[in-house]
């Protein structure tokens, strides 16, 4: 008769990957490399917002990007054209989001000699790029007006993993019934540390607040 | 496209128990699944067919899940509830101060290995 042996484990399938993230974060630490982790639903401004702010920091920092949010090149080809900076297409192969081990295949494709600042545009998606860390120093989302004043009460995870919370596409505020205070509100009840910085990507209105907390952060990171 | 990339994390964790205890069949591996993880225990089942048939280790191996009913504790008054029938709000204070007990574990618990 065949009897079975039953071998004790018990281990969360995230722990590995925050073993592995955590050994990036030093390593880019001790390399002077700030990597930002920007996150949000599908379409809520990610590009668009890095673009504005990459061309107030090119002068001042030196910058890469990589392109995680859909399995083509057209943002990452997008962002080179539009900024003139290094910037590379992940292939995720449709996963819904990237662990510590993918991304660390990606700065491996980056030149990292002379960069201080590395922005990683995740995957679209509000569930699961909050549940794995990524190495990054920083976790910012990004939040539209469209999707409701009210999504911090409906993924608390991500909002409480996230240092900064960007509110953009403050010009249809009025169309969407959009409540400024309500966000900030629930967004604190979440995490009460986090930073609210609403913006305008469209018209830049509100970009340089964003680029100054990321200027902040990355001199920080290398003193 | 999410508990396929999960059962691959539970592979390569289950691949690296084998080595370390010294196990060359794996019959079993039983999985904590909480009632927020975000997994649908099905989806998981079939994604562990596809994926864990491919593996000389895991071939016609079975993914058992005990699930793990979710809870929330208040901070203000101290009680604990049902979280996916209230939520964040604690339904004897109203409160919002309140944190997930447990619920959320994707966490393999044991495996099952032919003893002969
Ligand atoms: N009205 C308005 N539209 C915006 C704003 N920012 C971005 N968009 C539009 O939203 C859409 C998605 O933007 P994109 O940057 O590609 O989002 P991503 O998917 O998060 O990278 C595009 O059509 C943008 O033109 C904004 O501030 N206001
Ligand atoms: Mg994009
Ligand atoms: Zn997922
Ligand atoms: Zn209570």
């Not at chain 1, 925050?18 to 809520?44: C, H, I, T, Y």
């Not at chain 1, 249809?172 to 959009?178: I, K, N, Q």
Request: aromatic fraction near 6%; hydrophobic fraction near 40%.
């Amino acid at each position: 008769m065949e009897q079975i042996k039953i071998i004790e484990i018990k281990k969360s399938v995230f722990a590995e990957n925050d073993k592995d993230a955590d050994a990036l974060r030093q390593e880019l630490k001790s390399r002077g490399v700030f990597l930002l982790n920007l996150m949000s639903a599908p379409g809520s401004g990610k590009t668009t917002t890095l673009i504005k702010t990459i061309n107030l920091l090119k002068d001042m920092l030196r910058i890469a990007v990589m392109e995680a949010d859909i399995d083509s090149d057209v943002d990452a080809v997008k962002i080179k054209e539009a900024t003139g900076i290094q910037s590379i297409q992940l292939h995720t192969g449709g996963m819904c989001h990237l662990d510590a081990e993918m991304t660390r295949q990606g700065l491996d494709n980056l030149d990292l000699k002379d960069v201080d600042l590395v922005i990683l545009e995740n995957v679209g998606n509000l569930v699961c790029p909050a549940e794995f860390d990524t190495g990054s120093a920083c976790n910012a989302m990004i939040l539209s007006v469209p999707e409701g004043h009210d999504k911090p009460l409906k993924y608390p995870l991500m909002f409480s993993v996230c240092d900064l919370v960007v509110i953009n596409k403050m010009d249809v505020a009025p169309y969407f019934d959009f409540d400024l205070d309500k966000c900030k509100e629930y967004i604190h009840m979440r995490n009460p540390k986090a930073r609210v910085i609403p913006i305008c990507a469209k018209t830049g209105e509100g970009v340089e607040s964003f680029a100054e907390w990321l200027q902040k952060q990355v001199i920080d990171w290398k003193n | 496209m999410h508990e396929l990339g999960i059962v691959f994390y539970i592979i390569r964790d289950v691949k690296q128990a084998a080595e370390s205890n010294n196990v060359s069949k794996v019959s079993a591996v039983v999985m904590n699944i909480g009632e927020v993880s975000t997994v649908v225990p099905e989806y998981l089942t079939d994604c562990w067919r596809w994926a864990a048939d491919k593996e000389p280790l895991l071939k016609g191996s079975e993914l058992k899940i005990i699930p793990v009913p979710a809870v929330t504790h208040c901070q203000d008054c101290g009680k604990e509830y049902e979280t996916v029938r209230y939520g964040k709000t604690c339904p004897y204070c109203s409160s919002g101060n309140t944190f997930l007990l447990q619920g959320n574990e994707i966490e393999i618990k044991e495996i099952e290995v032919p003893n002969n």
